[in-house]
């Protein structure tokens, strides 16, 4: 499929509640409420082939987190994009509809303290055993300590 | 039936990084298995917040050893990208090569390192020595044998001389030579076949369900490679097939990482016979201007993706890198339930674990609670004698 | 100095066993060390073994800038070795934390967790490098005697 294709079955399916940005060839980025994420990567994976999560990126945008999954059918990178606010950063599991997710979904939850709801194993990923809870490093107010 | 756990200590002797698995037993056999990461955890991510571009290029080579390149391309890739730089094909060419010379010695480790695993120990010695012929090719191109320090944003820190390409040649071709020998080994030699033979199965569902990547994928028949799918450095004018294998075993993965092996020797030969003249790099401004960039890698255990966000600064926004054993371990826990404990090493050797880069001890464990650790010098001990007393037809 | 004293040091000397540990690195420094054992370099033939378990070793070769979640273990193993027993840190991330010097989870090398006898620098050393290190180590042992 190409991009065009891509971006007409998108619209058409989703319409505004999809917004569609062809950043350059096979690099496509797809903003959605996190109403709509589950509903749209179901529809992504079961009609258009994108079966394969490579990452999850999660980003402190200062009011907001951004969530970024990083779709692909092969060919297309296609980054799937939603925001939840910082003040209730809660969102729903997609291990559901791509079981690979998982380990992305616990490294969000340790590195920016997300909630990913109904996530199936919530246990701490990647920090330390000792690592203080609450404390999230990469979130932008947390300042590394010099000669840490 | 109880099952019995068994931790094993964060250190072994043979090579590699601590790890974590818990394993549930039902006396020889894995219930179920765990993984507990973290022990290389260092937090680069946040680390490139705090550093400059170039800096940061030297702080993503040191995130792996054994693939730093794997880890510069892309990075210098985005980077590039979010400048909207064109970086010349001379410069493209020997980033493959380097690539390329990088896959072989990983490929060779990883056999080594599974020999050992299985007893095999003559074929870790055999494999280690030819790396070193490999390891003085990219000596030639690059003044180092591990961290090559070749990327720059906007092309290569080094080129290549006329006379330097003429000894990679001669090189490559004893190196070709020297993978005959392993062809056959892993096609026909009976004992180290019947090792790894139906050993840590992942069938090619459960392949795409959990998002597998890399060899470990192509030997379920997943025929997935980025360098075919999205090709980077030029690696679309550059013939070359995507092996893949359908037993979904051990035996498959090594197949695979062998033929892989004869294709990079072909790409190694066309790019020293077509490196295009030209400048190795171009002039890169400090500051990149706001903007998001991602960029995949076909490194030696898989897809590597890194994301990167520019704020106008000379340092980064946000990097985000997903290694490809980070991807393969939950593939890695399904193929581990059902085995023997004795197949454990090599099962988990299988994925070409590169866990600094995904960022481990094994605990194995049962049911009323009993809880022994053992060093993986013990487990592969322990691995050995099962075997030679339960030995497979 | 006791016959046996005399025997079980210059066995030591001449026939280190060494336990390989990687702290949190990058896996560089590790496949030197793997490398310097290999057949081309082969640090075998001076008499050094690696060995499995921490009981049994001479010598602990550390890689890695000791990452928060190792150290504890770090130190166990440490604990674990018996005594007369030398500590190498190998690599620039063991001698001194760089290049993860200002990354939360690093400790910043070796010698902030245990006691160091010898200190490799190189981003990996060569396994040329390690073997003399090893060498400096045992003649500054068998100047001891």
Request: net charge positive; hydrophobic share 40%; proline share 6%.
């Amino acid at each position: 499929m190409t991009e065009t294709e891509l971006q007409a079955r998108i619209t058409e399916r989703w319409g505004a509640k999809a917004a569609f940005t062809l950043a350059r060839p096979r690099r496509v980025f797809v903003s959605v409420a996190v109403g709509e994420l589950k509903p749209v990567m179901r529809w992504l994976k079961s009609d258009l082939g994108f079966y394969h999560i490579s990452t999850i990126t999660g980003l402190d945008s200062g009011e907001n987190f951004e969530v970024l999954y990083h779709l692909h059918d092969g060919t297309i990178e296609l980054t799937l994009r939603t925001a939840v606010p910082r003040a209730n950063p809660h969102i729903p599991t997609v291990t559901d509809i791509i079981p690979g997710a998982i380990l992305y979904e616990r490294e969000l939850q340790d590195m920016f303290g997300l909630v990913v709801d109904d996530i199936p194993d919530p246990r701490r990923y990647v920090l330390p055993e000792d690592w203080p809870q609450g404390v999230y490093p990469l979130r932008k107010d947390y300042k590394v300590n010099a000669g840490n | 039936m109880p099952g019995i756990r068994i931790p094993i200590g964060p250190q072994h002797p043979a090579l590699k990084e601590p790890e974590s698995f818990t394993f549930e037993l039902d006396g020889e056999q894995v219930i179920n298995a765990e993984v507990r990461m973290g022990y290389a955890h260092r937090g680069i991510e946040k680390g490139f917040e705090d550093r400059t571009f170039i800096q940061g290029i030297y702080l993503a080579e040191r995130i792996c050893g054994i693939c730093s390149t794997s880890h510069t391309t892309p990075f210098v890739l985005n980077a590039e990208e979010l400048l909207k730089l064109e970086v010349p094909r001379r410069a493209q060419y020997i980033r493959a090569l380097t690539g390329e010379l990088e896959r072989v010695h990983s490929h060779l480790l990883w056999l080594g390192v599974a020999g050992h695993e299985v007893g095999f120990d003559s074929l870790f010695m055999y494999t280690w020595r030819d790396r070193e012929h490999v390891q003085d090719m990219l000596e030639v191109i690059s003044g180092n044998r591990v961290h090559y320090g070749i990327n720059t944003i906007g092309g290569v820190r080094r080129d290549i001389s006329t006379e330097q390409i003429g000894r990679l040649k001669e090189m490559n071709k004893l190196a070709l030579a020297r993978t005959e020998y392993y062809i056959r080994l892993c096609t026909a030699e009976p004992t180290f076949i019947s090792r790894i033979k139906d050993v840590g199965r992942l069938s090619k569902q459960d392949a795409l369900d959990l998002c597998a990547v890399g060899p470990m994928a192509r030997a379920s028949g997943v025929k997935r490679d980025v360098r075919k799918d999205d090709p980077y450095c030029c690696y679309d004018e550059m013939p070359f097939d995507v092996i893949t294998a359908d037993t979904c075993d051990i035996l498959g993965r090594a197949v695979v990482r062998v033929f892989e092996l004869i294709q990079c020797y072909k790409l190694i030969d066309f790019i020293l016979a077509n490196l295009p003249e030209g400048d190795i790099k171009i002039r890169a401004p400090r500051r990149i201007p706001p903007g998001e960039a991602i960029n995949r890698y076909e490194a030696p255990r898989g897809e590597n993706i890194h994301f990167m966000k520019s704020n106008g600064t000379d340092k980064p926004d946000r990097v985000k890198v997903r290694a490809p054993t980070y991807a393969n371990i939950p593939a890695t826990l399904v193929t581990l339930k059902n085995c023997f404990v004795a197949d454990i090493p090599i099962i988990v050797a299988a994925i070409d674990p590169c866990f600094c880069c995904a960022d481990r001890m094994i605990r194995l464990s049962d049911r009323k609670g009993r809880d022994d650790r053992w060093s993986w010098g013990q487990l592969q001990h322990y691995s050995r004698e099962w075997l030679a007393r339960n030995r497979r037809a | 100095m006791s016959v046996l004293t005399r025997l079980s040091n210059w066995s030591r000397v001449k026939s280190p066993w060494v336990l390989h540990f990687n702290a949190g690195g990058c896996n560089g420094c590790d496949i030197e060390i793997l490398a310097a054992l290999m057949p081309r370099f082969d640090a075998e033939r001076f008499g050094v073994l690696l060995k499995a378990t921490p009981r049994h070793t001479d010598v602990i070769l550390c890689t890695g800038c000791v990452t928060k979640q190792i150290a504890s273990r770090l130190k166990r193993v440490y604990d674990q070795t018996p005594d007369p027993k030398f500590v190498i840190a190998v690599g620039t991330c063991a001698t001194g934390g760089a290049p993860f010097n200002g990354c939360y989870c690093s400790s910043g090398g070796i010698d902030k967790v245990i006691p160091v006898d010898m200190y490799i620098p190189g981003c990996p050393p060569r396994p040329d490098a390690f073997i003399y290190g090893v060498a400096q180590l045992l003649a500054k042992l068998q100047g001891k005697k």
